[in-house]
């Protein structure tokens, strides 16, 4: 994957996006491709607006599963879905495979307070 590198910063524009980051709960580079992914997401969708109104003004729409596909940033897959980098599962399908896997909440389980306080008290 390519890096790219900005030098010369100014002092005060590096910790205005640290500053950022800390208020997204991001890291600085995670945060600087955040900024870079928004400004270049309409360019992308852009490309793939013409395609498809061209198919709408022919009268010929396409079946979801013809359109185009919507392409990726960063290998995090299709700009405006969900993103997860890969060789990860996204939270949304975390949280599918969960439920599915434990359909049941747990029942008369011990409270996190109650564990802490035994193990503080076995000391």
């Given at each position: 994957?390519?890096?790219?590198?900005?030098k010369?910063?100014?002092?005060?524009w590096?910790?205005?996006l640290?500053?950022?980051?800390?208020?997204?709960?991001?890291?600085?580079?995670?945060?600087?491709?955040?900024?870079?992914?928004?400004?270049?997401?309409?360019?992308?969708?852009?490309?793939?607006?013409?395609?498809?109104?061209?198919?709408?003004a022919?009268?010929?729409?396409?079946?979801?599963a013809?359109?185009?596909?919507?392409p990726?940033l960063?290998?995090?897959?299709p700009?405006?879905?969900?993103?997860a980098?890969s060789g990860?599962?996204?939270?949304?399908?975390?949280?599918?495979?969960?439920k599915?896997?434990?359909?049941?909440?747990?029942?008369?389980?011990?409270?996190?307070r109650?564990?802490?306080?035994?193990?503080?008290?076995?000391?």
């Open positions: 994957m390519p890096n790219l590198s900005i010369d910063v100014p002092e005060a590096a910790e205005a640290r500053q950022r980051a800390i208020r997204n709960h991001r890291s600085l580079q995670g945060e600087l491709m955040a900024i870079v992914e928004a400004a270049i997401a309409p360019t992308v969708s852009s490309a793939i607006a013409p395609a498809v109104s061209q198919a709408d022919a009268g010929t729409a396409t079946a979801p013809q359109q185009p596909a919507l990726t960063r290998g995090l897959g700009v405006g879905r969900d993103p980098p990860r599962n996204s939270v949304r399908q975390v949280m599918a495979e969960l599915a896997k434990y359909p049941e909440p747990v029942a008369r389980a011990p409270l996190g109650d564990i802490i306080r035994a193990e503080r008290d076995a000391r």
